[in-house]
């Protein structure tokens, strides 16, 4: 069936650091590519997209590129602030019928001023 | 509000009691998605509605979880005679369209716990 995995975390890094969180996937056919990030205290909030090879989504800063040929969708930020720390998680829509999004397991990311 | 709404946001339940949690998609979203999160893990799927049609329950773990949305609008998950591992975030998405091209927006969740 469909999956996605995540880098474990947690991932804990110094303001204006360099960041990726790193995303494979297995499906069949051509899924939609999804990170979503659940600040503390609050629900889930779509972060950026892609919904073919060689998208690339971005939004704040956070950018993601779906890689077919190494079925990955790995997200990266040249420069985290103490306001990026959240839980990441990378998640697919195979889009077959049902919508359903299938998720990673999450990452957390904290970082420190 | 704007967003997606579920209520309550905390539940408490004795094991083998019956609980209701209920969800307000945004007005207009066709689809609706229930996923439960269990504590470290990410969500996982349990039933989807295209207006007031289940078409897909192949996630609800057991024939103690009941959804319904029977006006396409509002819809509510039944547990029935919970258990302790049913203790999860439950969390309500709803969508504008069917095709899969619009994302999903989450509510909140409902915190449930089992004693």
């Known amino acids: 069936g469909d999956s996605v995995t995540q880098m474990e975390g947690p991932v804990t890094l110094s303001e204006e650091a360099f960041l990726t969180i790193n995303c494979t996937y297995t499906?069949?056919?051509?899924?939609?590519l999804f990170w979503y990030v659940q600040y503390p205290g609050e629900g889930l909030q779509l972060l950026l997209k892609?919904?073919?090879?060689?998208d690339k989504g971005s939004n704040k800063g956070f950018e993601a590129t779906y890689r077919k040929e190494t079925t990955s969708f790995h997200l990266e930020k040249g420069s985290v602030q103490v306001s990026d720390s959240a839980v990441y998680f990378c998640?697919?829509?195979?889009?077959?019928?049902?919508?359903?999004?299938?998720f990673g397991k999450g990452t957390k990311l904290t970082v420190n001023p | 509000g704007a967003g997606v709404s579920q209520s309550p946001r905390y539940k408490v339940a004795k094991r083998g009691q019956d609980v209701a949690l209920r969800c307000d998609p945004i007005?207009?979203?066709?689809?609706l998605f229930w996923y439960q999160q269990a504590l470290g893990q990410g969500p996982e799927f349990l039933t989807y509605?295209?207006?007031?049609?289940?078409?897909?329950k192949s996630g609800l773990p057991s024939d103690r979880f009941f959804a319904e949305r029977p006006e396409g609008s509002v819809s509510t998950l039944k547990i029935q005679r919970t258990q302790q591992e049913d203790s999860a975030v439950y969390l309500c998405?709803?969508?504008?369209?069917?095709?899969?091209?619009?994302?999903?927006?989450f509510g909140d969740g409902t915190r449930l716990s089992i004693l």
């Open positions: 998405a709803s969508s504008l369209d069917e095709q899969g091209h619009q994302p999903q927006h």
């Open positions: 499906a069949t056919g051509y899924p939609s």
């Open positions: 892609a919904t073919k090879a060689d």
């Open positions: 998640a697919l829509s195979a889009l077959r019928g049902s919508e359903k999004l299938v």
């Open positions: 007005s207009g979203h066709v689809s």
């Open positions: 509605f295209q207006n007031e049609a289940q078409l897909d």
